[in-house]
């Protein structure tokens, strides 16, 4: 089996990258392989430019760089998102890499009578977000709730693709890097294991 693990930090020594490496060490013991997609080290442009609503409107086909990220999700039998949270989601470069990557005509099929279709129901999702406030703040104003409705179902319900796992490795301010990078080992272990379900919420 094959890990696509995606990573949206622009600081290759950060504790998204710590998290990222040791995923992938664990899907390597597992038997499994992978590929990180440093998505800010490689220079991936988020910005949605009108090629891009061209490419939803189905008039062109994708760019260079969008064709290839979706290469690598064809490659993989599961997609692994790293990212830190930013204003309680998903940072703009990861956002803006769903908005150009996941397009209509591969990702889902809709348009002037055509019935939605879901393209990506065979793509198992796991999710690990990193954030410096406490669990009790999260649920208190419903953050954590918004992150699931937007991220979870939002993207990846409406193309088909699973979300198997919704990790939240928080308080990293305070807790010190240690324990997340044993968690993420141990995600990245169990990653392919039948009824994997370790996350705070799946």
């Given amino acids: 089996m094959h890990a696509l693990i995606v990573v949206a930090h622009p600081d290759p020594k950060s504790l998204s990258h710590g998290i990222a490496a040791q995923l992938a060490a664990g899907v390597e013991m597992a038997g499994h392989t992978f590929e990180i997609a440093d998505i800010a080290g490689e220079g991936f442009d ?17 760019a260079a760089d969008v064709a290839a990220e ?18 309680w989601s998903m940072p703009a470069l990861l956002k803006g890499w769903i908005d150009r990557v996941f397009a209509n005509g591969w990702a889902y099929d809709e348009g002037a009578g055509i019935r939605p279709v879901k393209r ?83």
Avoid: C
Wanted: net charge neutral.
């Fill in 70 to 87: 979706q290469a690598r999700i064809d490659r993989a039998d599961t997609l692994v998102l790293v990212y830190p949270v930013y204003w």
């Fill in 120 to 202: 990506l129901r065979h793509l198992k999702v796991h999710l690990v977000a990193i954030g410096g406030a406490t669990m009790r703040t999260y649920a208190r104003h419903g953050y954590f709730g918004a992150m699931k409705t937007q991220i979870d179902h939002g993207i990846f319900d409406y193309v088909g693709a699973p979300v198997v796992t919704s990790e939240l490795l928080l308080d990293t301010e305070t807790l010190g890097a240690a324990e997340h990078l044993e968690a993420a080992h141990a995600i990245g272990h169990n990653l392919f294991a039948a009824g994997h379900s370790r996350g705070v919420a799946a």
């Fill in 46 to 62: 988020p910005r949605y430019t009108a090629t891009d609503l061209a490419v939803h409107r189905r008039e062109v086909a994708p």
